[in-house]
C-alpha cells in the first residue's frame, strides 16, 4: 500500500477532496480549517497538508525551530511533537518537515491533529511586503536594465533578485511545498534561505541550487554566486 492510501485508510483524511462542483471547498473561517488532503513533495521528510481555504494573506510564515514559535499556538503544538523539523505556512498549505530519525507513521496523526485544532488566518507573512508585488510582469523590472545591476546600492539590488524570484523560482517551489528567503547580497555573492519542504531536501542543495544560480547568472550577470544556507 502507497504511503497517500495508507494515509487516508488510517486516519480518514482524503487525498483529493473536492466538492460537488469539483473545487477544493471555500475558505473558512479563522479557527475552522480543515485539512482536504496530504501530498508528498520532492524532499522525503516533507509533506504538505492542503487547507479548506486561504490560510495567510501575504507572504509566507516559517517557523525552523521551537526558538521561533513565540506565542503561536499551532507552532508550539506542532514542536511539541517528537521529530518535527520545520513548519512553512503560504497561501492554502502548511508544509510540515521531519527529523528523519522519526517515521511519517508515529507523527502524521498527531500533525494533522494539531494543525486543524490550533491554525489561525495570519494577516500578515513574514515577508509580506515583498509578496505584494508579485505579479505576471514584477514592476520592478519593468525598468531593469542587467547592465546597471552592479551600480544599483544595496536595496535596489535586493529588490530586483526579489522579484525574479517572484516571477520565476518561487511559484515552481511553493508548488512542491517549500519556497526561498532572500538573505543578503554582497557584491557578487547572493545569500538565501530554503523554506518548508526545501530546507532538507537533497535537491535544493543540489540541481534547485544549480537552477537557481543559473537563472539570476542569465538575468543578471555571469559572475554572480549562489549560496544557500
Same mark, same amino acid.
Given at each position: 500500500?502507497?504511503?497517500?492510501?495508507?494515509?487516508?485508510?488510517?486516519?480518514?483524511? /482524503?487525498?483529493?477532496?473536492?466538492?460537488?462542483?469539483?473545487?477544493? /471547498?471555500?475558505?473558512? %473561517?479563522?479557527?475552522?480549517? %480543515? #485539512?482536504?488532503?496530504?501530498?508528498?513533495?520532492? $524532499?522525503?521528510?516533507?509533506?504538505?497538508?492542503?487547507?479548506?481555504?486561504?490560510?495567510?494573506?501575504?507572504?509566507?510564515?516559517?517557523?525552523?525551530?521551537?526558538?521561533?514559535?513565540? $506565542?503561536?499556538?499551532?507552532? %508550539?503544538?506542532?514542536?511539541?511533537?517528537?521529530?518535527?523539523? /520545520?513548519?512553512?505556512?503560504?497561501?492554502?498549505?502548511?508544509?510540515?518537515?521531519?527529523?528523519?530519525?522519526?517515521?511519517?507513521?508515529?507523527?502524521?496523526?498527531?500533525?494533522?491533529?494539531?494543525?486543524?485544532?490550533?491554525?489561525?488566518?495570519?494577516?500578515?507573512?513574514?515577508?509580506?511586503? =515583498?509578496?505584494?508585488?508579485?505579479?505576471?510582469?514584477?514592476?520592478?523590472?519593468? =525598468?531593469?536594465?542587467?547592465?546597471?545591476?552592479?551600480?544599483?546600492?544595496?536595496?535596489?539590488?535586493?529588490?530586483?533578485? $526579489?522579484?525574479?524570484?517572484?516571477?520565476?523560482?518561487?511559484?515552481?517551489?511553493? $508548488?512542491?511545498?517549500?519556497?526561498?528567503?532572500?538573505?543578503?547580497?554582497?557584491?557578487?555573492?547572493?545569500? #538565501?534561505?530554503?523554506?518548508?519542504?526545501?530546507? /532538507?531536501?537533497?535537491?535544493?542543495?543540489?540541481?534547485?541550487?544549480?537552477?537557481?544560480?543559473?537563472?539570476? %547568472?542569465?538575468?543578471?550577470?555571469? =559572475? #554572480?554566486?549562489?549560496?544557500?544556507?
Amino acid at each position: 500500500m502507497g504511503l497517500l492510501a495508507w494515509i487516508q485508510k488510517q486516519f480518514g483524511i /482524503s487525498i483529493n477532496a473536492k466538492n460537488e462542483n469539483g473545487q477544493e /471547498s471555500a475558505p473558512a %473561517k479563522a479557527g475552522q480549517f %480543515k #485539512v482536504l488532503r496530504i501530498q508528498p513533495t520532492p $524532499n522525503p521528510d516533507a509533506f504538505q497538508f492542503i487547507l479548506n481555504g486561504k490560510v495567510i494573506e501575504a507572504g509566507t510564515r516559517t517557523f525552523d525551530s521551537p526558538d521561533d514559535v513565540g $506565542n503561536d499556538p499551532m507552532a %508550539k503544538a506542532l514542536f511539541d511533537i517528537f521529530g518535527m523539523q /520545520s513548519v512553512f505556512i503560504k497561501e492554502n498549505f502548511v508544509t510540515i518537515t521531519k527529523s528523519n530519525a522519526v517515521g511519517w507513521h508515529t507523527i502524521m496523526e498527531k500533525t494533522g491533529t494539531a494543525i486543524e485544532a490550533y491554525l489561525h488566518y495570519y494577516e500578515k507573512g513574514d515577508d509580506a511586503e =515583498d509578496a505584494k508585488g508579485d505579479k505576471d510582469v514584477h514592476p520592478v523590472l519593468e =525598468d531593469f536594465k542587467k547592465e546597471d545591476f552592479f551600480n544599483y546600492n544595496n536595496d535596489r539590488k535586493t529588490e530586483v533578485i $526579489n522579484a525574479l524570484l517572484d516571477v520565476a523560482i518561487r511559484p515552481a517551489l511553493a $508548488n512542491d511545498g517549500g519556497g526561498i528567503n532572500l538573505l543578503s547580497v554582497e557584491d557578487k555573492t547572493i545569500k #538565501v534561505h530554503y523554506q518548508g519542504a526545501c530546507g /532538507s531536501c537533497p535537491s535544493s542543495t543540489t540541481g534547485t541550487l544549480q537552477y537557481i544560480e543559473q537563472f539570476l %547568472k542569465e538575468a543578471i550577470h555571469p =559572475d #554572480v554566486e549562489v549560496q544557500a544556507s
